[in-house]
């Protein structure tokens, strides 16, 4: 398979493993607009309250290795998890599966991953910056924002998502007290540095990069 084949098929697989569960503890509704029906509005909000338990519980209990291999050890029912545990998923399973040139990408506000062959990304970039690689087969799989695009149709396919859960009234946590519209989080990832970490390289053996991020 190529980049845009590995992308599309982590994304896929992370979102699977997620479906039908408590799902994320950062994504809410509002009660006071958006198209998406009373019922899931409020199915939204319990689940997003038993989630933060969850994940509050991976985090401090597991690093980051041990929390995903407790996740699988889950009944699907009962895992949940933000992008870290999406995109942490995603990568697992590349890993064991010598999945070749997979990217960590950093933001302050959020996570994901990029298929990228040499010559790599450089170290750091913001999101506008992310046009300079339209040239190359550079593959984003975001499976916490269910997107998979070239890497330099990201900040409009980001923008396009936040969109459209905006319309239906879904908003994203800006911290334990409130949230914000998803166009007013999705603005944020604008701003600011990502920092980019090669996890497997070009045969699909880990890095150095894999290890430290497993160890924390």
């Known amino acids: 398979m190529n980049e845009m084949e590995h992308a599309r098929f982590l994304r896929d697989y992370s979102r699977l493993f997620f479906k039908n569960s408590f799902k994320t503890c950062n994504k809410t509704y509002s009660m006071s607009y958006g198209t998406a029906m009373l019922s899931k509005k409020l199915a939204r909000i319990h689940y997003c309250g038993v989630a933060i338990n969850l994940i509050d519980h991976y985090r401090k209990t597991y690093d980051n ?41 950093n933001h302050e506000k959020h996570g994901f991953l990029i298929l990228a062959a040499d010559p790599g990304i450089s170290a750091t970039l913001t999101l506008n ?12 799989c975001d499976p916490w924002f269910n997107i998979h695009c070239r890497m330099h149709m990201y900040g409009l396919m980001a923008t396009l998502k936040s969109s459209q859960w905006e319309s239906e009234g879904k908003e994203i946590y800006k911290n334990d007290y409130s949230s914000e519209r998803a166009t007013l989080w999705c603005q944020r990832l604008f701003i600011g540095n ?16 894999l290890f430290d991020f497993f160890s924390e």
């Open 65 to 105: 290795f041990d929390s995903f291999q407790f996740l699988t050890s889950c009944p699907q029912q009962e895992r949940a998890g933000n992008c870290r545990e999406y995109y942490g998923i995603a990568l697992k399973y590349g890993f064991e599966n010598r999945i070749e040139n997979i990217w960590l990408a």
């Open 194 to 209: 990502m920092t980019f970490h090669r996890m497997t390289d070009n045969n699909g053996q880990p890095t150095a990069g």
């Open 129 to 140: 910056e992310f046009c300079q690689y339209e040239a190359y087969n550079y593959w984003v």
